[in-house]
T-cell receptor
Framework: GQNIDQPTEMTATEGAIVQINCTYQ??????LFWYQQHAGEAPTFLSY????GLEEKGRFSSFLSRSKGYSYLLLKELQMKDSASYLC????????FGAGTTVTVRA | NAGVTQTPKFRILKIGQSMTLQCAQD?????MYWYRQDPGMGLKLIYY???????DKGEVPNGYNVSRSTTEDFPLRLELAAPSQTSVYFC????????????FGPGTRLTVL
């Protein structure tokens, strides 16, 4: 079975940094995806980690530790448009999604 | 490219009615998926397909059926709609060329009353 945990909600101020953690226990593992989903819209791809370590892509970075079953998404220089739900998903030939973390950015 | 398209955007069904949610992609992706997303929840996989003529069950297949006669189309059929099927339905596609990154359609918001 798949067990993927992430916090339900986080609030941060514009310009700040927020770290969204994701822990997983899954029967198979090829890699881990992060998706962003604005309210009422479809998820859009942010990052994919296969190997341990940090992947940086502009203001967003994602980290993976396969041995610990742990990943995080780091959002830097937060902007109002970053208010959204962030979904962690384990790739086991199919995707298993966590429930998502709703990030609210305040002025 | 239009990407992944879904119709209809919204639909209200009465209990016991049937309907087909349409999904099409023009990216020549082998893999296609159907998910449902309930409020405050993550996406649950209903069915998926690894190519034309091949489909398989996901996590929550009961009450649904799919077919994949072409690479482009992957319709989802609801038979005997129930209130528990009220949800937002997303179709997605991917391929080995995309590193298996899934690209999502805009969703269909279904209410069963």
């Amino acid at each position: 079975g798949q067990n993927i945990d992430q916090p339900t909600e986080m609030t941060a101020t514009e310009g700040a940094i927020v770290q969204i953690n994701c822990t997983y226990q899954t029967s198979g593992f090829n890699g881990l995806f992060w998706y962003q989903q604005h309210a009422g819209e479809a998820p859009t791809f942010l990052s994919y980690n296969v190997l341990d370590g940090l992947e940086e892509k502009g203001r967003f970075s994602s980290f993976l530790s396969r041995s610990k079953g742990y990943s995080y998404l780091l959002l830097k220089e937060l902007q109002m448009k970053d208010s959204a739900s962030y979904l962690c998903a384990v790739d086991d030939y199919k995707l298993s999604f966590g429930a998502g973390t709703t990030v609210t950015v305040r002025a | 490219n239009a990407g992944v398209t879904q119709t209809p955007k919204f639909r209200i069904l009465k209990i016991g009615q049937s309907m087909t949610l349409q999904c099409a992609q023009d990216m020549n992706h082998n893999y296609m998926y159907w998910y449902r997303q309930d409020p405050g929840m993550g996406l649950k996989l209903i069915y998926y397909s690894v190519g034309a003529g091949i489909t398989d069950k996901g996590e929550v297949p009961n009450g649904y059926n799919v077919s994949r006669s072409t690479t482009e189309d992957f319709p989802l059929r609801l038979e005997l709609a129930a209130p528990s099927q009220t949800s937002v339905y997303f179709c997605a596609s991917s391929s080995i060329r995309t590193g298996m990154t899934q690209y999502f359609g805009p969703g269909t918001r279904l209410t069963v009353l």
